[in-house]
């Protein structure tokens, strides 16, 4: 009976209260009614605005809009013309490659024999170790020899042609594999002997040509024959000179292949697309070490 009693009188304290809650409600409806009441009577004496404030006001958002136009435009296009410049820079930069494997014609290949085996004004064909795989040998090679032990002959592969060079003296040979630090080679084997310390060098014929359009292309003597290197070139000039420092011909460079000794690059690329076209030239001196 005690607990019923208990349960009433908390029951009874929970209507009060929620009675209470009730009353605030109420309280809180009314001022919310006022409130709007207030707030419809300022809308009801509010006038709108003449025709002069309407044109004054139209008259300084176009301006405003104008202005936000051209600045957008402006920024378009500065945007283009960046991008635009950075797409020729870079075509120009990709087509200086050429540069850097011309400094290394000669590498891997005999000092006595022609490097260069073919040049024109907008093409040149070379002999070069472009991926320094070269190597030389750590033991004597004996004639007949089908095992060289070389310094290091992971830069070669089956069906490599490779060149034993001693000084003016060279062998070529066909690589039949190579694995760690030994080469092995196919019949009859090492022509001549060869001491410890000799070269083994593994150049690859290397062409540059230039379409005479807008492309640069590539042979890096590893089978896969002409590739592009760089598009957007609009020029593309070679010019060569001999150990005095004179221009040949172009007439003569058959006949002088062997006295090119120095190859200036001239280059000009231009910008994808029709709108704000830059363009970009570069030209570069080249000396290559080996010949």
């Not at 009976?1 to 209507?15: F, K, Q, Y």
């Not at 930069?93 to 494997?101: F, L, P, S, T």
């Not at 060098?201 to 062409?207: E, V």
């Not at 640069?216 to 957007?232: E, R, S």
Request: net charge positive.
């Amino acid at each position: 009976m005690i607990a019923l009693r208990g349960s009433m009188i908390a029951l009874r304290g929970s209507m009060i209260a929620l009675r209470g809650s009730m009353i605030a409600l109420r309280g809180s409806m009314i001022a919310l009614r006022g409130s709007m009441s207030a707030h419809l009577r300022v809308l009801g004496d509010r006038r709108g605005f003449s025709l002069t404030e309407l044109l004054v006001s139209c008259g300084v958002l176009g301006m405003v809009l104008a202005a936000v136009g051209g600045v957008l435009a402006t920024g378009s296009q500065v945007s283009q013309d960046g991008d635009s410049r950075a797409q020729a820079q870079q075509a120009a930069r990709a087509g200086m490659i050429m540069e850097e494997d011309l400094r290394l014609a000669g590498a891997g290949f005999p000092p006595a024999a022609i490097k260069i085996t073919a040049a024109t004004p907008t093409s040149i064909s070379f002999w070069a170790d472009l991926t320094a795989a070269s190597t030389s040998l750590t033991a004597n090679a004996n004639v007949n020899d089908m095992t060289l032990n070389v310094a290091n002959a992971s830069g070669f592969t089956a069906g490599d042609t490779i060149y034993l060079i001693n000084t003016d003296q060279f062998s070529t040979v066909t690589v039949g594999s190579a694995s760690g630090t030994v080469i092995t080679i196919g019949a009859p084997g090492v022509p001549v002997a060869y001491s410890q310390g000799v070269q083994v060098g593994r150049p690859k014929l290397i062409r540059f040509v230039w379409d005479n359009v807008s492309t640069i292309f590539k042979d890096a003597g590893m089978g896969a024959g002409l590739q592009p290197l760089a598009t957007g070139v609009t020029a593309c000039a070679l010019t060569y000179f001999d150990a005095n420092d004179v221009v040949i011909p172009a007439v003569s460079l058959p006949g002088n292949l062997g006295n090119i000794r120095r190859i200036v690059v001239t280059m000009t690329a231009q910008s994808a697309g029709t709108q704000e076209q830059r363009t970009f030239s570069l030209t570069s001196s080249v000396r290559p070490r080996n010949l």
